[in-house]
């Protein structure tokens, strides 16, 4: 199967949110589980199995205590599932792959050290004196102080070297958007 141009993010493990949800139902369905075994089989119910169905047995749906664990307990679902279904690992980018392999790779770059490639490439064009770059998942936007030179010729320099930059060196899979901002220095 030849490689694609389009990588996608890779996805997260994310354990420790999965560890603590896994340990949470393990630990209330055992409990339960062990309640209804240990009542089965003829023991007396313990007090707090007896306090709980009674106050989930005459509290009404409205009370504000019913309410408020319905709340929590569908933010802890939404959260999983929001979990569930997205990559994570946001701070890093991926790259290309080769082309005419038949190997797949996913190798991804950390948005910070794309980000220190362009400031660097930004700071050899001439007449940049300084450059903030900061880069997201589709924009990279380039704020630069002009020292000298017309500042409209400073940004057309700037944008054609970061687009090289962007496309020569960094090979990300997927270009972003570039913005990039001029201002003359104060002095």
Same mark, same amino acid.
């Given at each position: 199967?030849?490689?694609?141009?389009?990588?996608?993010?890779?996805?997260?493990?994310?354990?420790?949110?999965?560890?603590?949800?896994?340990?949470?139902?393990?630990?209330?369905?055992?409990?339960?589980?062990?309640?209804?075994?240990?009542?089965?089989?003829? %023991?007396?119910?313990?007090?707090?199995?007896?306090?709980?169905?009674?106050?989930?047995?005459?509290?009404?749906?409205?009370?504000?205590?019913?309410?408020?664990?319905?709340?929590?307990?569908?933010?802890?679902?939404?959260?999983?599932?929001?979990?569930?279904?997205?990559?994570?690992?946001? %701070?890093?980018?991926?790259?290309?792959?080769?082309?005419?392999? %038949?190997? /797949?790779? %996913?190798?991804?770059?950390?948005?910070?050290?794309?980000?220190?490639?362009?400031?660097?490439?930004?700071?050899?064009?001439?007449?940049?004196?300084?450059? /903030?770059?900061?880069?997201?998942?589709?924009?990279?936007?380039?704020?630069?102080?002009?020292?000298?030179?017309?500042?409209?010729?400073?940004?057309?320099?700037?944008?054609?070297?970061?687009?090289?930059?962007?496309?020569?060196?960094?090979?990300?899979?997927?270009?972003?958007?570039?913005?990039?901002?001029?201002?003359?220095?104060?002095?």
């Amino acid at each position: 199967m030849p490689a694609t141009d389009r990588s996608r993010r890779p996805w997260s493990a994310r354990r420790i949110p999965a560890c603590l949800a896994a340990s949470l139902i393990l630990l209330a369905a055992g409990a339960l589980l062990f309640e209804a075994i240990w009542i089965r089989t003829g %023991h007396r119910a313990t007090a707090w199995w007896t306090t709980l169905t009674t106050e989930l047995a005459t509290r009404p749906l409205g009370n504000l205590w019913i309410l408020t664990g319905a709340a929590v307990a569908a933010a802890l679902g939404l959260w999983l599932v929001i979990l569930a279904l997205t990559p994570g690992l946001r %701070h890093q980018l991926p790259l290309r792959g080769p082309t005419n392999s %038949h190997i /797949r790779m %996913h190798a991804v770059l950390a948005r910070k050290g794309a980000a220190l490639l362009l400031r660097d490439a930004a700071m050899r064009v001439p007449g940049v004196s300084t450059a /903030r770059v900061r880069v997201r998942r589709r924009r990279v936007t380039v704020r630069a102080s002009v020292g000298f030179r017309d500042t409209a010729d400073v940004k057309d320099d700037l944008t054609d070297a970061l687009r090289r930059e962007e496309r020569d060196q960094l090979a990300l899979a997927r270009s972003p958007r570039l913005r990039v901002r001029v201002r003359r220095s104060k002095k």
